[in-house]
Nanobody, 117 residues
Framework: QVQLVESGGGLVQPGGSLRLSCAASGSFFVINAMGWYRRAPGNQRELVARITPSGHTNYADSVKGRFTISRDNAKNTVYLQMNSLKPEDTAVYYC???????????WGQGTQVTVSS
């Protein structure tokens, strides 16, 4: 069982920055890929960014050049640095992690990000 705890959401003005963190804990062996997804009101949940243990990353086209995903494997923690935020980035952001041995996917509870003046 894996617990994912997210932090760092909040209200920010357009053009501002936020950094999200997600720490994994529990009884598991190795975390494989970790990622961030988001769901805006009325929309489906979508991938924002994903990172493998070796550091390979991929991003949604809408956030390329503005968001950076990183991870600390020793701490089982993934980060999302969000710069040049836009109102359309407003959403609930969810952390996601896949346990290598079982390929089971776990989700965090979500953290609200609101970009508004």
């Amino acid at each position: 069982q894996v617990q994912l705890v997210e932090s760092g959401g909040g209200l920010v003005q357009p053009g501002g920055s936020l950094r999200l963190s997600c720490a994994a804990s529990g009884s598991f062996f190795v975390i494989n890929a970790m990622g961030w997804y988001r769901r805006a009101p009325g929309n489906q949940r979508e991938l924002v960014a994903r990172i493998t243990p070796s550091g390979h990353t991929n991003y949604a086209d809408s956030v390329k050049g503005r968001f950076t995903i990183s991870r600390d494997n020793a701490k089982n923690t993934v980060y999302l640095q969000m710069n040049s935020l836009k109102p359309e980035d407003t959403a609930v952001y969810y952390c996601n992690a896949v346990v290598l041995a079982t390929e089971t996917t776990y989700w965090g509870q979500g953290t609200q990000v609101t970009v508004s003046s």
